[in-house]
């Protein structure tokens, strides 16, 4: 695969517990082209969070190479890893992770004024009334359904138009109606932004949309294939 937007070398993630050290990642080697859709399966405490984590620059590896849009993350310090994850990657979590005090749409203007965006409450203006959200800009998040916080989350983690958007367990909170209603929004937005999308689920019906599933056992790779499969 030629200059992979997420380029992974014999990864391994090893923590440290009372019991001891704990490996969490062995091994992984992994490459994800830009704007492919790759979900990642597997069962509880298989590593698959952990593995996200180190995509989005938040978890350091212990050992391997780490390459995200063309950044070493394996040598960055934590102040411009922090810049690069920012301006590249988006991040959507199972809890929504709003700040309670914030309307919907200072949420989702937060990442663009981080950023010294001018224009961040119009961009903000204009991804609310994308989601379906016009009308709830100036609600506080305890105001809002739980599809509808994760809708604003979605917003907020595609605002500064991100090249990677990381999901992990994006319906985990949700029922089923307004998962579905968020999936097809994510999926939405990652089509017509062209953006690369990394989806943790449990879910083999909603990882069968991805271009690409990866399942993970015991903190491996024990498979990879076309979703469809």
Not at 10 to 22: E, F, H, K, N, P
Not at 68 to 93: K, Q, W
Request: a neutral charge; proline letters at 3%.
């Amino acid at each position: 695969m030629a200059n992979p937007v997420i380029a992974l070398d014999d990864v391994s993630l090893t923590l440290t517990s009372r019991a001891g050290a704990v490996d969490i990642l062995r091994g992984i080697t992994l490459s994800v082209a830009a704007g492919q859709s790759l979900a990642i399966v597997g069962p509880s405490g298989c590593g698959k969070t952990s593995l996200l984590m180190i995509i989005a620059g938040l978890e350091r590896a212990t050992h391997g190479a780490v390459r995200v849009a063309g950044h070493d993350f394996m040598a960055l310090s934590e102040d411009r890893l922090a810049r690069v994850r920012g301006s590249t990657i988006g991040i959507v979590f199972q809890s929504f992770h709003l700040v309670p005090t914030m309307t919907a749409l200072e949420n989702i203007a937060l990442p663009l004024e981080f950023a010294g965006r001018e224009d961040a409450f119009e961009v903000a203006s204009a991804l609310l009334a994308e989601v379906g959200l016009a009308q709830r800009a100036d609600h506080f998040p305890a105001q809002l359904s739980g599809g509808e916080q994760q809708r604003v989350a979605i917003a907020r983690a595609l605002s500064p138009r991100p090249a990677i958007i990381l999901a992990d367990e994006p319906t985990g909170n949700l029922d089923g109606r307004s998962g579905e209603q968020a999936i097809e929004l994510l999926f939405g937005l990652q089509r017509r932004r062209q953006a690369t999308l990394v989806l943790v689920t449990h879910d083999l019906a909603l990882a069968g949309r991805c271009g690409r599933l990866l399942r993970m056992a015991d903190g491996q790779i024990a498979a990879a294939q076309r979703a469809a499969e």
